[in-house]
């Protein structure tokens, strides 16, 4: 079974930046596609970015409210998935958490969080005003 370590969480100010790794215990090249999901306190889970890994790589999709802002990346030497986060603000803190699909699975369903078997635990990012 495929295991997910998210790391990189912390507190911030608002316009800070912060940077998530998540590290998973197998190859990622074998997986479909990897994302980020985030839930805040009272609200459900909601996808933030996703990368595509099979059958064609480096796709990426963004949530509306972080484009520009977030930046997705797969290092496939490291089998880790990182998410670069600027322009960080109050509304952003929530716990975020590492996912893959690593069955076969289409790219349409990448903001889906019923799509992904394999989750991290989570890491809190809290953004303060």
């Known amino acids: 079974q495929v295991q997910l370590m998210e790391s990189g969480g912390g507190s911030v100010e608002a316009g800070g930046s912060l940077r998530l790794s998540c590290t998973a215990s197998?190859?990622?090249?074998?997986?479909?596609?990897m994302a980020w999901f985030r839930q805040a306190p009272g609200k459900e889970r909601e996808a933030v970015a996703a990368?595509?890994?099979?059958?064609?790589?480096?796709?990426?999709q963004y949530a509306g409210t972080v484009t520009g802002r977030f930046i997705i990346s797969l290092h496939y030497d490291e089998n880790t998935l990182d998410l670069q986060m600027r322009s960080l603000k109050p509304e952003d803190t929530a716990v975020y958490f590492c996912a893959a699909r690593t069955n076969i699975g289409t790219w349409c369903g990448w903001s889906d969080s019923r799509t992904y078997d394999s989750w991290g635990q989570g890491t809190q990012v809290t953004v303060s005003s």
């Open positions: 990368i595509s890994i099979r059958p064609s790589a480096g796709n990426t």
């Open positions: 197998g190859y990622v090249y074998g997986y479909y596609y």
